[in-house]
């Protein structure tokens, strides 16, 4: 496949970057420019053969996208979370999948390492995290508990010898089949929650990949399977107990994907807009149609909402002010967004809509998982839902 031009021109209808510090723009601009130099050329012919492009790791290391609000002095870039959600904006506009990589390091691996570690975790393992050396993943979903990750079933049980023996099997894993080190929730001998870290190469600890996705097909899936695997003791995160540790992470990664699945939605406007004015039919150009304008109107309606909610959403992270609650529903509204996004500019395109010619098709695939992922669209109006009435619905 011939090697892509970028012409991206990004959207920003209220001016909200005058919303934005210097520091923050400049954030943005390095990992723009990185998308459309490294990720844009390369990407379709990836996604085509379900591939995942190994060379970002150490790029977006180098980059500063894996933890960048994690402190300096372990490895991460101690910046704001505006500046980590116009990261993870500036890359899903790439792909999804190169979101997710991201998203998956940055917030499910390192944060609880950083949160729920103690200080020789930390050392042992974020620097190499940051600087993209190893590749982690995130195991909390199993194959009968994915919206209720409080059934789970993966266990671990003292071997009295400094050991713990982990078994059990977890499903969906983003990362897996190249990660070196994997932060699993397990459940313990007392029935609480527990988070540890397994590292590759541990005998029983097996990473099969996912074959025949639709979406994110440029992003690694695997299972993580444990066979009595032997887990020293200090691999534990001894600082939290409960499902509240990994919903802690869920949070940090959900908004990221609020930001992320916003840039997905910009680069889908943007191919639209451009295209409505060049492609030609009953002699002018298609955005000159009512029925094409309604839809770029109202694609541009919904990108400036959410690109507000998610500035006030990173302005509220900032002050720690924000509730898991509201970053669900910034989720779920992006989410939302992007797919109708999507769905509508890939028609914008007709025919040419469904080639690897243009990002859109991609991006609408890669969304049906990132509206899937980090619990869904349901669980998240479940989540608004309760919060506005106090009464819960889930069980
Ligand atoms: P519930 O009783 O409500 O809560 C248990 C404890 O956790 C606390 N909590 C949270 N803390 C931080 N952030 C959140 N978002 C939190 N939600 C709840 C809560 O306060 C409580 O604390 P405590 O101290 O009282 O113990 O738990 P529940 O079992 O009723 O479940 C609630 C529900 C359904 C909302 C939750 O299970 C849920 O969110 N389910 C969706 C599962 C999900 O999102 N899985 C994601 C897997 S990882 C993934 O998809 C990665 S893809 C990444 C990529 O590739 O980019
Ligand atoms: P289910 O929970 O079986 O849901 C099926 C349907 O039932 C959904 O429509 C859901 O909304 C609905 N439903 C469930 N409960 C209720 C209810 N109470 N009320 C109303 N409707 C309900 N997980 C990880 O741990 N780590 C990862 O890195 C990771 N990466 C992923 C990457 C990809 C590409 C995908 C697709 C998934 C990934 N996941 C990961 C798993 C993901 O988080 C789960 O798929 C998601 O949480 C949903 O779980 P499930 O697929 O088991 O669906």
Known sequence: MAVKTDNFQSPDYFN??????????????????????????????YAQKALF????????????????????QYGGGGLDYISYGLMMQELERGDSGVRSTASVQGSLVMYPIYQYGNEEQRNKYLPK???????????????????????????IKDNGDGYVLLNG??????NA??????????????????????ERGMEGFSTPTTHGKWSLRASATGELVFDNVKVPKENILP????????????????????????????????TALQYSKERIQFGKPIGGFQLQQKKLAEMITEITKAQLL???????????????????????????????????????LGGMGITGEYSVMR????????????????????ITGMDVTGLNAFK
């Open 169 to 174: 099997a977890k499903m969906w894993i983003s």
């Open 53 to 72: 492009p190994e060379q970002i790791v150490p790029q977006l290391g180098g980059l500063g996208c894996f933890g960048p609000t994690i402190p300096e």
């Open 310 to 348: 998610n500035w006030r959403m990173g302005v509220l992270m900032n002050e720690g002010k924000v509730t898991p609650q509201q970053v669900s529903m910034a989720k779920r509204n992006a989410c939302e967004v992007a797919t109708n996004i999507a769905r509508n500019a890939r028609q914008m």
């Open 363 to 382: 991006h609408m695939m890669n969304l049906e998982s990132v509206i899937t992922y980090e619990g869904t669209h349901d669980i998240h109006l479940l």
């Open 129 to 155: 995290l940051a600087s993209g050396e190893w590749l982690g993943c995130f195991g909390l979903t199993e194959p009968n508990h994915g919206s209720d990750p409080s059934s789970m079933l993966t266990n």
């Open 239 to 270: 600082n939290v107990k409960g499902l509240k540790g990994p919903l802690g992470c869920l949070t940090k990664a959900r908004y990221g994907i609020a930001w992320g699945a916003i840039g997905a939605a910009m680069d889908c406007y943007d």
């Open 177 to 198: 089949p190249f990660a070196q080190v994997a932060v699993v929730w397990a459940r313990n001998e007392q029935n609480e929650i527990q988070g540890l870290i397994v």
């Open 16 to 45: 909200v970057d005058e919303l934005l510090s210097d520091e923050q723009k400049l954030v943005r601009e390095s990992v723009r420019n990185y998308v459309k130099k490294e990720i844009s050329p390369i990407i379709e012919d």
